[in-house]
């Protein structure tokens, strides 16, 4: 199992060529914005800036610039009238909590989301950098649990899922809290560490009570403890993490599917410690259960 996740990783990693062609679209994209903006500031954040994108991940990018409101309209005429998105792709979220514009490149089909004055996005894809610099096996795990989700339908927060933000921070706090130190090792078994992170999230883990705390080298903490924080008095959700970066924001709060991601968690547990497990092979002819 270790082989085949490192196999796995080496083959899902972004070519050169497939960054390359990101990083066009990007600059696209760009000249519009500056066009109609010369002295705005248009940044990646998320999984593209990180590197922890699957080849079906889209393109995050907000623009910093001085607007009274978010000039979502302006640039949706802009980017409709150089045809840079397909002309049916390109939709205006004004109401969502981030108002975003989101569209397809037209010459590449990859799906990009534009957001304005948002700080949150660059100061997150810092800081999961900075935690892929200490846990080397990081990355190699949040592939594998992003493809697992994105083939079930759990890794958009709108399907009932999970967003991107909530699965690394839950990796980064069970690497931070495995009671094995070894576990942050470079040369630690991943095939043993995806097993335990299963049963972690789909067994082990008090979803009803518990909160997960990544900050001052991570901690569980009672729900009652991170509602003390919260602020307007919200009441933290069923997966419950707080955000590193912004303590008061509950970063799993909109993840209401997050026990249909701890059944799918506890099922893979399942087959994979069967399958690994001395007795699997003694019955050759079984794996395909």
Not at 16 to 36: C, F, G, H, N, Q
Request: glycine letters at 6%; hydrophobic letters at 40%; proline letters at 5%.
């Amino acid at each position: 199992l270790h082989e085949e996740i490192i196999d796995f990783y080496d083959f899902m990693s972004p070519r050169p060529e497939e960054a390359a062609m990101r990083r066009e679209v990007v600059k696209r994209i760009e000249t519009v914005i500056k066009d109609l903006w010369p002295t705005a500031d248009v940044q990646i954040f998320g999984s593209f800036s990180t590197g922890l994108y699957l080849p079906t991940s889209d393109i995050d990018l907000v623009v910093f610039g001085k607007w009274e409101r978010p000039p979502l309209q302006l640039l949706e005429q802009a980017l409709r009238k150089h045809n840079v998105a397909e002309p049916y792709s390109i939709k205006v979220l004004d109401k969502a909590t981030v108002p975003i514009i989101k569209l397809t490149d037209q010459e590449t089909e990859v799906k990009v989301d534009i957001s304005f004055n948002v700080e949150t996005g660059v100061k997150a894809a810092r800081f999961i950098k900075e935690y892929m610099k200490k846990y080397s096996l990081l990355p190699y795990l949040i592939l594998v649990l992003k493809q697992f989700l994105l083939q079930r339908d759990l890794n958009e927060v709108f399907t009932g899922g999970i967003s991107s933000y909530s699965l690394i921070l839950m990796a980064i706090s069970f690497l931070q809290l495995h009671p094995r130190i070894d576990a942050r090792r470079a040369d630690e078994n991943l095939g043993m560490l995806l097993i335990e992170f299963f049963e972690l999230y789909g067994r082990n883990f008090n979803y009803l009570k518990t909160g997960i705390r990544i900050k001052n080298g991570g901690a569980y903490i009672a729900k009652e403890e991170i509602m003390k924080l919260m602020t307007n008095g919200y009441r933290p959700s069923m997966l419950c993490i707080e955000d590193p970066l912004l303590p008061g924001n509950d970063v799993g709060r909109s993840s209401y599917g997050a026990m249909q991601v701890k059944q799918v968690f506890d099922y893979a547990y399942i087959v994979l410690s069967h399958a690994v497990s001395p007795l699997a092979r003694s019955y050759p002819n079984r794996d395909s259960e």
